[in-house]
């Protein structure tokens, strides 16, 4: 029988997995096995709890808790030598390749120590936790010619990115808000990014590498890039009057409209009204997003247009405007889809790790066999190739 591929794998299990479920016709996600709604709106836990959850399948007992804050917490601080890096980088350049650099950064300080040491493993995955919302806030403070600030112990993990990246303390709510994204970002089963720490950790690399490939791999328009899309386009389209007539021009071009639509829910994202809540609250607090009103008209457009074919907001219709309402930069915006994702990440990690299968799919050939050496004066030139006009 001739073998097919699969286009992206789709459909196709590659690995066993009790990290996160998601049911895209009924709108379910599970972090081990509890729906994101207990955990956000009942039980009121924060990211580090969830983290926890999402590496040990348990929730922390107090005394268990205390010591993974603490932990965390030492992670949080930045050595000399990695701030250094961060100053030297191009300052113009996009955060996700500062963060890359980061990370093998970190890997070139830490990597062959942490391997030399007993549960070297989850002292590297405690590290890169603590330390990815410094290294984007560090980052972002040299690029505007700004001090780097250490963390607050009293501050927890939101609280601190906020604190280092802006110098202001957030308020209760801001912190609250961004804990809830990082929470509602921190694991979706096997995606694009997870995939590609799992592959390049099933090689037997170091952690830092492997969580270098998945911030590489979360960049994309089509994974993490998402939400910067959509405030843009929120952005472009200016005024509640203006969105109707937007998204017939949209619609006739064929084109998509960003924060819409899912691979995998065909009914509306079961983060993205807990995000919505949240956006409310936080605009109550300290006055509407200016774009707000073009974004709940471009819903209900959207939801008129769109909605029979099971297109409805996704997680990134709303995070956008939380965070810009919280002062935080288009162009972080993937970074801090990675400081919520780096959870889900190392978890899987830690998966595969325990049971290692090195991943080597196969291709089917499309090229010729057994053809001659052509030597160079019997070379027909060729018209013009992909390199000509370099
Ligand atoms: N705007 C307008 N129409 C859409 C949209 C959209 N955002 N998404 C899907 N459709 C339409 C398609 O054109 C298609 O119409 P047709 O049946 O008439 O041809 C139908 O809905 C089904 O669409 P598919 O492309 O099959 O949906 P798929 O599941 O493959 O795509 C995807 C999902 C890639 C997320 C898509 O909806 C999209 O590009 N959305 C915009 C980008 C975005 O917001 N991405 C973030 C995803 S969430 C995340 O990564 C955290």
């Not at 409310?280 to 974004?295: D, I, N, R, S």
């Not at 057994?370 to 018209?383: E, T, W």
């Amino acid at each position: 029988m001739a073998k097919e591929i699969v286009p992206g794998l789709a459909g196709i299990p590659v690995a066993h997995s009790g990290v996160s479920f998601i049911d895209g016709d009924q709108g379910i996600l599970e972090y081990r096995g509890i729906p994101i709604q207990t955990l956000l709106e009942e039980k009121q836990c924060n990211y580090l709890e969830v983290a926890y959850l999402l590496f040990n399948g348990v929730f922390p007992a107090a005394d268990e808790l205390q010591h993974w804050n603490t932990l965390i917490g030492r992670y949080r601080i930045l050595d000399a030598e990695t701030v250094a890096v961060l100053a030297a980088l191009p300052k113009g350049g996009h955060p996700m390749h500062a963060l890359t650099a980061a990370i093998a950064t970190l890997g070139m300080l830490y990597a062959a120590k942490d391997q030399g040491e007993p549960s070297g493993r989850y002292r590297t995955m405690a590290r890169l936790l603590g330390q990815l919302p410094s290294l984007v806030a560090a980052f972002h403070r040299l690029r505007n010619n700004l001090e780097v600030l250490p963390p607050k112990d009293e501050l927890d993990h939101a609280g601190n990115f906020l604190w280092m990246l802006r110098g202001k303390l957030p308020t209760e709510l801001e912190r609250k808000v961004l804990d809830t994204v990082f929470i509602v970002h921190a694991d979706h089963t096997l995606n694009a990014s997870t995939f590609a720490a799992r592959v390049t950790a099933s090689t037997l690399s170091d952690l830092y590498l492997a969580i270098a490939s998945a911030v590489a791999a979360l960049n994309g328009p089509l994974h993490g890039g998402a939400t910067q899309a959509t405030l843009l386009q929120l952005r472009s389209i200016g005024s509640k009057a203006q969105v109707g007539a937007w998204v017939d021009a949209i619609l006739a071009k064929k084109e998509k409209i960003m924060g819409l639509g899912h691979r995998v829910y065909k009914v509306k994202d079961p983060r993205a009204p807990i995000l919505e809540r949240l956006a409310e609250k936080l605009f109550a607090e300290q006055g509407a997003h200016p774009l707000y009103e073009v974004a709940m008209e471009l819903e209900r457009v959207a939801k008129a247009k769109l909605g029979y074919k099971g297109i409805y907001p996704n997680v990134d219709f709303f995070s956008g405007l939380v965070y810009d309402k919280l002062g935080i930069p288009v162009d972080l915006f993937i970074p801090m889809f990675a400081i919520g994702r780096i959870a889900g990440w190392l978890a899987h990690l830690r998966e595969q790790l325990e049971d290692n299968h090195l991943y080597r799919p196969e291709q089917i050939y499309t090229g010729s066999h057994n053809q001659s050496y052509v030597p160079i004066d019997k070379r027909g030139k060729q018209a013009k190739t992909v390199w000509s006009n370099l």
